[in-house]
């Protein structure tokens, strides 16, 4: 049966009887959203100052989600996301050198320069990737949550995915497959209301389009407000405990939007001004500060936290422009697992 609830006020309540108590926990997600929010300006710089080339597609406006999520993990837990990643792999630890490496395309980055911004990973961190073909990671998805279950281990697997990829055959594939096989699996739509270039709702038969289709396959679903960290950090905690203890897939689809266009190249002047403007007003790291200070923060200790990200965010993409491109010969490495391609017919 579908369980569908706004946890937002849920989450307001418990916030409100933090009050005065700021932990090191909140402060690093705080760190977590403002590294996440400086890389990918400094990426839309680059792209700007012709130093980027590809497609890259910014997630500046959703980094609530991606930060609570991975707040709810352990390292041995795994993470799959789609193109717009590098917010997933950021929050996961791997080191921003080699993920601005790897975006530019040099020999340091996190698959050797060899996979850019739209395919991102790194198992060391327990990141099994971003795929660019919406929709064909869910599948993925479904397979490591299998392994774990198979190795029996309590790790448990958490997968991003868009409000558009809703329509594609995948998700309903994953979906049931996840159910049959009682699958430790969190799908985790990030829904900013578009699909490219179009409106999801515009093309979409229910008004929550992951969410409301859950029930199809006996999943339960949460509605989450995306751009509320503390919200999305006590779902997340909730739902990873349940699949750890093998409850089965859960969908949580969390509300947000992206403040730019869909990749870097695209202004996104099909959105209304006011729709924008309004959503601006909704920034997940300007109303997670703000609720800081409301419970006893000190401005100049954030003001600090702010500055270090920025700074650390720097130092990563000097060092990633002075790396190497990779050697030519390494064009035809990585292509096949140990072993070659003898057991392909
Ligand atoms: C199978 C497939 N069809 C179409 C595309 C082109 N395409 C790239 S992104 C995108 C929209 C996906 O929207 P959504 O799932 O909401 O993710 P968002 O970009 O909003 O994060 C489309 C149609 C693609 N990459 N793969
Ligand atoms: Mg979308």
């Known amino acids: 049966m579908t369980r569908s609830k706004t946890a937002s006020a849920d989450a307001a309540a418990e916030a409100e009887a933090q009050e005065g108590e700021v932990t090191s926990g909140d402060l690093s997600l705080l760190a977590t959203m403002l590294r996440m929010r400086a890389f990918e300006q400094r990426i839309y710089d680059a792209f700007s100052e012709n130093k980027l080339r590809g497609p890259t597609h910014l997630g500046i406006g ?6 609570g999520f991975a707040a709810a993990l352990e390292p ?12 997933h792999v950021i929050a996961v630890g ?5 993920v601005a490496g790897e975006i530019l395309g040099r020999a340091t980055g996190l698959c050797g320069g060899k996979g850019g911004s739209m395919h991102l990973a790194s198992a060391h961190h327990g990141h099994y990737g971003c795929y660019a073909i919406v929709g064909a990671h869910l599948p993925i998805a479904c397979g490591v949550a299998w392994s774990a279950k198979l190795r029996g281990t309590d790790e448990v697997t958490v997968c991003f995915f868009g409000d558009g990829t809703t329509n594609i055959g995948a998700f309903h594939e994953a979906l049931n497959i996840a159910a049959v096989w009682k699958l430790p699996i ?3 739509c990030e829904n900013n209301l578009y699909m490219e270039y179009t409106r999801t709702s515009e093309v979409t038969a229910v008004e929550r389009p992951a969410a409301d289709r859950a029930a199809s396959y006996g999943l339960e679903a949460l509605v989450v407000d995306g751009n509320d ?6 779902v997340a905690r909730d739902a990873v405990a349940a699949a750890r203890s093998g409850n089965g897939p859960l969908l949580i689809e ?7 266009g869909h990749s870097r190249a695209d202004p996104g002047d099909y959105r209304k001004e006011d729709e924008v403007a ?11 500060r703000n609720a800081l200070e409301d419970r006893g923060a000190d401005p100049g200790e954030l003001d600090d936290i702010q500055a270090k990200a920025g700074a650390e965010v720097e130092a990563a993409f000097e060092s990633a422009f002075g790396a190497p491109v990779p050697d030519v010969l390494q064009a035809h490495t990585d292509v096949w697992a140990d ?6 017919n």
Do not use: C, M, N
Request: hydrophobic content about 40%; charged content about 25%.
């Open 229 to 234: 960290v503390t919200a999305v950090l006590e």
């Open 94 to 98: 791997a080191p921003l050198d080699e």
């Open 278 to 288: 309004e959503w601006l007003t909704k920034d997940p790291i300007t109303a997670y």
């Open 62 to 67: 959703q980094e609530a989600i991606a930060a």
């Open 186 to 188: 969190l799908f985790v």
């Open 339 to 344: 072993g070659g391609s003898a057991w392909r």
């Open 254 to 260: 969390a509300i947000t939007y992206r403040q730019g």
């Open 76 to 87: 041995k837990d795994s993470v799959l996301s789609t193109y717009r990643g590098h917010d």
